[in-house]
């Protein structure tokens, strides 16, 4: 590959993110397709299938799954405990799957809520939901969120912090700060 950078380009070795189908059949027969990243399909699955209501029931040592080196291009999500202490981290060409493997980690793993969760991706409604629906108490990412993933987040008692950066963050919290002192220092 190569790179153009002030004024002249520079060859450098480069990784690319790798994409696939998934293919998740439910009593043998298709309920959903989509394109994911290779690794830990069972946490995918599970946490998808959960999160989608298909499976009913509360959500059931830190582990980083499916390492794939610096692609760029590519979404990443965390799961934290309550002393921000990570129990999981992921990798997915995208964000729905990288939080769907938390839920399925969770439920494999035997994590209960609350949690917090931190993404790389804008939070959108649907990212806002998949959130609650882990029994998160706060939603972390170092981009934006939307005015819809904001207003459902107020709602369900979800703290939403968005640009997350080492200097400061924007928080939109419902009511006060629902995690303990000290979690969200930058």
Known sequence: MWRFEGGCFQEEAYSLPEKE?????VNG???????????????L?????????????AVAGGRRGGGRGPTRGIHGAALFDLSGQLLYLNEDIGRHNAVDRLAGYMLLEGVRPPVLLAVTGRVSQE?????????????????????PAVSLAQRYGLALAAYVRPTGYRLYAPGGMPVPEGVLRP
Not at 21 to 25: D, E, G, I, P, Q
Not at 29 to 43: H, I, L, N, Q, R
Not at 127 to 147: C, D, E, F, P, Y
Request: glycine share 14%.
């Open 127 to 147: 990212m806002a939901a998949k959130a609650i629906g882990t029994g998160a108490v706060l939603l972390a990412s170092r981009t934006g969120a939307t005015a």
């Open 21 to 25: 189908r998934f293919l998740l059949l």
């Open 45 to 57: 699955a599970l946490g998808h299938l959960f999160l989608s209501g298909v499976l009913g029931g």
């Open 29 to 43: 027969k298709p309920w959903a397709s989509f394109s994911y990243t290779p690794g830990d399909e069972v946490y």
